[in-house]
């Protein structure tokens, strides 16, 4: 629950971008600027946040951020003037990865060794389920009930969310921290971590490239109305559901392991679309068939993170849980410029390029990482 209302708070805006300009009386594009403003404080100070309160008990830590999300989000629902909701967005992305790392870090510190990975996928299932029904009803309450209301929606789910988590989350987990140690950050000088951590930037910018221009190839390449649009978008983001949860068991059985099969498979999709566009169906099975792949790789990374975080830097756990979602969102920003970039010089038929490309120089770095755990003798243990 607490993944699917921080997704349910992230994702909001972007479904009432034109009440919030009426509102407000800007243009489409500034209040836009919401989205990306959220995501640039998100990437800035969720690793800046970690670092600091890892050498707190999970719990306190889960308690201080929490009450400030909340109280972003009733800033949003109070917001009366563009520069209100401004203030306020910064302050609920400051702590939103900060809130995921910790939750992760719960998941990872409660679940049986078997099912750590199936306990990730479920957190970060969250988001997905946030888009799918979370959005469609927040929009929704804010056309029939205003833009405030559906904050304010969001904020009454995230005071029951805290409530529940008072009562079923462990009070004394607390990382191995020791100051003779050194800092958190002593974890990306591991070639475990720094390796491990430009995978998910490659493979996100690899399928954002793609996927961030996902409607407008639904619409304009392939034709379809919008209707048919909103129901493509439901499928996919039921297929993403579904995604996570395979995320899960692929983590359970040394998901590291599979992924390169899994990479091969992604870039023949990419290119295969790209000969498949006059053949509706075809290339819409082939859209369907990637977008299954695109969270394959969250829950089995994470772990990772963790487990070398656990085994040699006791004091960067909650700082490790924070690496896949910081590195995964910036390169959602690399993607997304690279497919503008593409679109501009040659076409949207020709975007799938680029998340090849992405794609397999996060294969080669994968193949790299992967002969490295065997040789720390970290495979044996996982």
């Given amino acids: 629950m607490i993944s699917f209302t921080l997704g349910c708070g992230e994702f909001l805006v972007s479904g009432i971008l034109n009440d919030l300009a009426n509102s407000f009386n800007h243009s489409l594009a500034s209040v836009g600027l919401l989205v990306t403003i959220f995501a640039l404080v998100y990437a800035i100070c969720t690793p800046l946040i970690t670092l600091f309160v890892g050498r707190f008990r999970y719990y306190q830590t889960f308690k201080i951020l929490m009450v400030v999300y909340i109280a972003g989000l009733v800033m949003s629902a109070l917001a009366t003037s563009y520069l209100m909701m401004v203030i306020a967005r910064i302050v609920t992305a400051a702590v ?65 969310t805290f409530g529940l988590s008072l009562l079923s989350l462990p009070s004394d987990l607390q990382a191995d921290y020791d100051d003779a140690q050194g800092s958190p ?32 190839i639904i619409t304009d390449v392939l034709h379809f109305g919008p209707v048919m649009l909103s129901t493509i978008l439901a499928i996919i983001g039921v297929i993403s559901i579904v995604s996570s949860q395979i995320s899960g068991i692929l ?3 040394h998901g590291l392991r599979k992924m390169p099969a899994i990479f091969i498979i992604e870039i023949c999709l990419f290119l295969a679309v790209g000969f498949a566009y006059n053949n509706v169906l075809l290339a819409l099975t082939l859209i369907f068939l990637m977008e299954s792949m695109f969270n394959f790789l969250g829950s089995s990374i994470t772990i990772h993170f963790l487990d070398v975080a656990e085994k040699f830097y006791p004091q960067s756990v909650v700082f490790a849980s924070s690496l896949n979602p910081v590195f995964f969102n910036l390169g959602i920003s690399l993607g997304s410029a690279s497919g503008s970039v593409i679109i501009s010089n040659s076409g ?19 193949i790299i990482l992967n002969r490295l755990i065997v040789s720390s003798g970290l495979d044996k243990e996982a």
């Fill in 348 to 366: 949207l038929k020709d975007i799938n390029y680029g998340s090849i490309g992405f794609i397999m120089v996060a294969f080669v770095i994968l």
């Fill in 185 to 216: 950050l002593v974890l990306l000088k591991d070639p475990l971590i720094w390796l491990g951590v430009l995978v998910p930037l490659f493979w996100s910018a690899g399928i954002n490239t793609f996927h961030t221009y996902i409607a407008p």
């Fill in 96 to 160: 939103s990865g900060a809130l995921l790392s910790v939750a992760l870090t719960f998941g990872n510190a409660i679940a049986p060794a078997e099912k750590r990975g199936f306990t990730i996928a479920w957190i970060f299932s969250g988001f997905s389920i946030a888009s799918v029904v979370g959005l469609p009803v927040g929009t929704y309450v804010a056309h029939i009930a205003g833009w405030h209301s559906a904050f304010w929606v969001v904020a009454i789910l995230s005071i029951i």
């Fill in 251 to 253: 983590a359970n059985h």
